[in-house]
């Protein structure tokens, strides 16, 4: 039974005759990287793989009270808004639950609403991290920054509440949100989550009604993160492989370690001491000459260890080719 | 209309393409429902087309995937009302009336009064009518997809068919 509103509805639709659109469509979806499954999680137009491991990430030292900060990366001569956007996830370390950072090759104008959308609705390229967020439609709006203050736009938050598997699984999940809001600005801006324009005033048993600014970060951040390589990719053995991320250092050495996937036959192990008294994290860095390793897969682990001998690693999977 | 042709591959390459001939159209035309803007609808699409692609291994299946698709488009359709809002706001541009289709059409003065109808309707009333009566969704369905509740679903629909009533005065008894 059709009523009024339906054959109007129709009236106006069926009158739009839709342009196409397939060869966009299909050039955004990219190319894929042969032999592995790297994919990336919807919401934002996906690069090769290859460029997104051609992008060359250095951390500066930071000051304590800015985000971790990213140089931009290397020119691809390529589209111009093709960017790698910072994502923060959860993952284990020795002290529970902490956020670990990850880059993610995407193509987009708005840096921060492809980066949000990842945090929301997409899944981490690293097996080992997750998302604290339940891919809920209409949690995450949109966002953008008005005057100086990060607007996070999600859906009506008593619903959020009343959903069930919970839309967001801790408290850590509203970090996420603020440290990739700040990374994709690169600035530590404070964070507003609002509804239908009005500030939301609690947020999972949290008082969000003030914008907020993040936990400090040797609180939620994890003790060591890496950045490069990026998860699944394959390195020449006839190029050295530079492995890169940021770290607290509690005892002031990383070690890395590059070990054989399958079983626990360490090739190759080298140690970067970066110092003690880190209140917010350095970069380290650590060379390989790959020649003498044999093709095949391989995990990359980074590892510190926090004075009560907790430990933490860091973990990437690559696959070393001739 | 037709049933979409079946599905034989599980590749997110071959879900798109046989996604995209069953339901382009349609799913342009609802968002030209919710944006008013034929561009901007087809800009639309085309990203839920590409987010779905990338979740395809989460879908596996051309029902999800068409769900999938339906909610994306909603949700874009929103955001980037609400961000063309933001825009004209900041540019100190004139209303969001100026972003209609193209004037009016030879014998299609009822669906242009539909049309400027529609855009007089508040956002949730327009979403909840064409969600209803377009997409012909249930009011569970209506109320998660846009995160409220079922009770305001009913209110908005309610409000949303009044108001339409009333700004379409003759239009809406003549049922030719």
């Given at each position: 039974?059709?009523?009024?509103?339906?054959?109007?509805?129709?009236e106006?639709?069926?009158d739009?005759?839709?342009?196409?659109?397939?060869?966009?469509?299909?050039?955004e979806i990219g190319?894929?990287?042969?032999?592995?499954g790297w994919?990336?999680?919807?919401?934002?137009?996906l690069?090769?793989?290859?460029?997104?491991?051609?992008?060359?990430?250095?951390?500066?030292?930071?000051?304590?009270?800015?985000p971790?900060?990213?140089?931009p990366?290397?020119?691809?001569g390529a589209d111009?808004?093709?960017?790698?956007?910072a994502?923060?996830?959860?993952?284990d370390t020795?002290?529970?639950l902490?956020l670990?950072?990850?880059?993610?090759?995407?193509?987009?104008?708005?840096?921060?609403?492809a980066?949000?959308?990842?945090?929301?609705e997409?899944t981490?390229?690293?097996?080992?991290?997750?998302?604290?967020?339940?891919?809920?439609?209409?949690?995450?709006?949109?966002?953008e920054?008005?005057?100086?203050v990060v607007?996070?736009?999600?859906?009506d938050?008593e619903l959020?509440?009343?959903?069930?598997?919970?839309?967001a699984q801790?408290?850590?999940?509203?970090?996420?949100?603020?440290f990739?809001?700040?990374a994709?600005?690169?600035?530590r801006?404070?964070?507003?989550?609002?509804?239908?324009?009005?500030?939301?005033?609690?947020?999972?048993?949290?008082?969000?009604s003030e914008?907020?600014?993040?936990?400090?970060q040797?609180?939620?951040?994890?003790?060591?993160s890496?950045?490069?390589p990026?998860?699944g990719?394959?390195?020449?053995?006839?190029?050295?492989?530079?492995?890169?991320?940021?770290?607290?250092?509690?005892?002031?050495?990383?070690?890395?370690r590059?070990r054989?996937w399958?079983g626990?036959f360490?090739?190759?192990?080298?140690?970067?001491?970066?110092?003690?008294?880190?209140?917010?994290?350095?970069s380290?860095?650590?060379?390989f000459?790959?020649g003498e390793?044999?093709?095949?897969?391989?995990?990359?682990?980074?590892?510190?260890?926090?004075?009560?001998?907790a430990?933490?690693?860091d973990?990437?999977r690559?696959?070393?080719?001739? | 209309?037709?049933?979409?042709?079946?599905l034989?591959?599980?590749?997110?390459d071959?879900?798109v393409?046989?996604?995209?001939?069953?339901?382009?159209?349609?799913?342009?035309r609802?968002?030209?429902?919710?944006?008013?803007d034929?561009?901007a609808?087809?800009?639309?699409?085309?990203d839920?087309?590409?987010?779905?692609?990338?979740?395809?291994s989460?879908l596996?299946?051309?029902d999800?995937?068409?769900?999938?698709l339906?909610?994306a488009?909603?949700?874009?359709?929103?955001?980037?009302?609400?961000?063309r809002?933001?825009?004209?706001?900041h540019?100190?541009?004139?209303?969001?009336?100026?972003?209609?289709?193209?004037?009016p059409s030879?014998?299609?003065?009822?669906?242009?009064?539909?049309?400027d109808?529609?855009?007089?309707?508040?956002?949730?009333?327009?979403?909840?009518?064409?969600?209803?009566?377009?997409?012909?969704w249930?009011?569970a369905q209506?109320?998660?997809a846009?995160?409220i509740?079922?009770?305001?679903?009913?209110a908005?629909a309610?409000?949303?068919r009044?108001?339409?009533?009333e700004?379409?005065?003759?239009?809406?008894?003549?049922?030719s």
């Open positions: 039974m059709r009523d009024r509103i339906t054959d109007l509805l129709h106006v639709a069926d739009v005759e839709p342009g196409d659109r397939l060869d966009a469509i299909r050039s190319v894929r990287r042969p032999g592995r994919w990336a999680a919807g919401g934002v137009g690069v090769a793989a290859s460029v997104v491991a051609a992008l060359a990430m250095t951390t500066g030292a930071p000051a304590p009270t800015e971790q900060p990213v140089a990366p290397a020119s691809t111009a808004a093709t960017q790698a956007v994502v923060y996830y959860q993952g020795g002290l529970g902490r670990y950072r990850e880059f993610r090759g995407v193509r987009t104008d708005d840096p921060l609403t980066a949000l959308t990842l945090v929301f997409g981490p390229a690293d097996p080992d991290y997750r998302t604290g967020w339940a891919p809920v439609p209409g949690t995450f709006v949109g966002a920054v008005v005057d100086d607007r996070v736009e999600i859906g938050p959020l509440l009343e959903h069930d598997p919970p839309v801790n408290a850590l999940a509203i970090e996420q949100v603020i990739t809001a700040q994709a600005l690169q600035e801006l404070p964070v507003q989550f609002v509804h239908d324009g009005e500030p939301v005033s609690e947020l999972f048993g949290r008082d969000a914008p907020l600014l993040g936990a400090p040797d609180e939620v951040l994890a003790p060591v890496l950045s490069d990026s998860e990719r394959e390195v020449d053995n006839d190029e050295s492989l530079t492995v890169r991320g940021t770290t607290f250092a509690p005892d002031g050495t990383v070690t890395t590059i054989r399958e626990t360490v090739a190759a192990e080298k140690v970067d001491r970066v110092g003690l008294g880190n209140e917010a994290p350095v380290f860095t650590a060379t000459t790959l390793l044999p093709p095949g897969d391989y995990v990359v682990i980074s590892e510190v260890t926090d004075p009560s001998g430990v933490t690693t973990t990437r690559i696959t070393i080719v001739d | 209309m037709a049933a979409p042709p079946r034989e591959a599980a590749d997110a071959a879900a393409e046989q996604l995209y001939a069953a339901h382009w159209r349609q799913l342009v609802l968002s030209v429902l919710l944006v008013h034929q561009a609808a087809e800009d639309v699409v085309q839920a087309f590409v987010a779905m692609h990338g979740r395809w989460r596996r299946d051309p999800k995937a068409l769900a999938y339906r909610q488009v909603v949700n874009r359709s929103r955001s980037m009302l609400r961000h809002v933001v825009v004209d706001r540019a100190r541009r004139t209303t969001l009336g100026d972003v209609t289709v193209e004037g030879v014998g299609g003065a009822r669906r242009d009064a539909v049309r109808a529609l855009l007089e309707l508040s956002e949730r009333q327009r979403e909840v009518l064409v969600l209803k009566h377009y997409l012909d249930s009011e209506i109320a998660d846009l995160g509740s079922p009770g305001a679903v009913k908005h309610h409000r949303g009044a108001a339409l009533r700004l379409l005065g003759d239009w809406w008894e003549d049922g």
